[in-house]
């Protein structure tokens, strides 16, 4: 079996260093090539043609953001992960490069302790996040998996939808782009989302979803009210669940322990959001590496709510919704293309509204 050959680029060269010797040290990687800024990297490229592409932000001479464009140009299907510093700077930038086309990113951790927190981070996230993006074997086929706009469960549809709550991951912020693009502003019901982000990356995605669609989103605050054409945001490093107050449902977050080692984690927000609206919860898993979503959408299905996934075409890992997808919970298997509307056209058919 081949082994994942991935390029380096940063202009750090103790970084540089720390990441190729973590990566060499798994069997199933090889660091063919490792630059110092963009330009040495643009060169190297068909030099050494890399499986995956690791890249820094802020590099002299060619940055991080302005070689992607230039990688997107000859090479739009090649995997690229930015790694940039965990400050406001570098969530904006890495924001800025997942809408260039960027794949993935990590935060690299700033401060005291910022090596051996990298060389965390590199061991527990960004080698399975290679292997899940660069796959050198292939599972048998899958047997009865549905077309892209097929049905799995066959389940009829549910009574009006009061709520749409969201899960997603590895490829979220664009597909997030995409789904929010296709609401309307009197979208009737709330959105409440969780993408696995560290904080500050939480609250520029809010932030950027908000001023790029119709739909208000801002990110979670204990006690903000849901209503109708609003989304809420799970902020990184806490759990998000709603509950209700009254004739209100109310957002409310803590810190528990991570689940599938995540927080916020999915599966938290959709089971209170099947406990507060039972049948009336439409749950959305988009593309995202793990199983989180899984354990809450068998609770959002068996409390009567209904359940749509991303396909497998149109993800950028096929892991969160193809969990789903295979467990037989998915109402609704779609390209992510088709998921805005068929979102809004439920909503909308359950209160008898035209589209």
């Not at 090479?75 to 790694?83: A, D, N, S």
């Not at 799970?234 to 991570?258: E, T």
């Not at 009336?280 to 749509?308: S, Y």
Request: aromatic share 4%; hydrophobic share 45%.
């Amino acid at each position: 079996m081949s082994k994942i050959r991935v390029l380096i680029v940063d202009d750090a060269v103790v970084f540089r260093r720390l990441v190729a010797e973590e990566l060499s040290a798994d069997p199933a990687i090889e660091v063919v090539g490792t630059a110092a800024n963009g330009k040495i990297a643009l060169a190297r490229l068909t030099q050494v043609n890399p499986d995956l592409v690791i890249l820094d932000i802020e590099m002299p001479e060619l940055d991080g953001l302005a070689t992607l464009r230039e990688i997107r140009k000859t090479h739009p299907k090649l995997p690229v992960i930015m790694f940039s510093a965990l400050t406001e700077r570098g969530a904006a930038a890495t924001l800025d490069a997942l809408a260039l086309g960027a794949t993935d990113y990590f935060a690299k951790p700033v401060g005291v302790g910022g090596l051996d927190a990298s060389l965390q981070v590199i061991r527990d996230e960004l080698i399975p996040e290679i292997k899940a993006l660069c796959p050198r074997e292939r599972g048998p086929a899958r047997v009865g998996t549905p077309t892209a706009a097929g049905t799995i469960s066959g389940a009829p549809p549910g009574a009006a939808v009061e709520v749409v709550a969201i899960g997603t991951s590895t490829g979220g912020p664009n597909a997030l782009a995409e789904v929010f693009a296709g609401f309307p502003a009197d979208l009737p019901v709330p959105v409440v989302i969780v993408q696995h982000m560290p904080p500050m990356f939480t609250r520029l995605l809010a932030e950027r979803l908000s001023a790029q669609s119709a739909v208000t989103v801002e990110e979670g605050r204990s006690g903000g009210v849901l209503r109708p054409g609003h989304g809420w945001l799970a902020p990184g490093d806490f759990h998000m669940a709603v509950a209700r107050d009254g004739n209100q449902v109310r957002v409310l977050l803590h810190q528990d322990p991570p689940e599938n080692s995540c927080r916020p984690a999915a599966d938290v927000l959709f089971r209170s959001v099947a406990q507060t609206f039972g049948r009336n919860a439409l749950a959305v898993v988009l593309t995202g590496m793990g199983q989180d979503g899984l354990r809450g959408c068998e609770i959002i299905r068996a409390a009567g709510g209904q359940v749509i996934v991303q396909d497998e075409p149109t993800s950028v890992v096929w892991g969160m919704p193809g969990f789903v997808a295979r467990a037989g919970l998915a109402d609704r298997v779609l390209p992510l293309g088709l998921i805005g509307p068929e979102i809004v056209r439920r909503v909308r058919d359950g209160r008898g509204v035209g589209r």
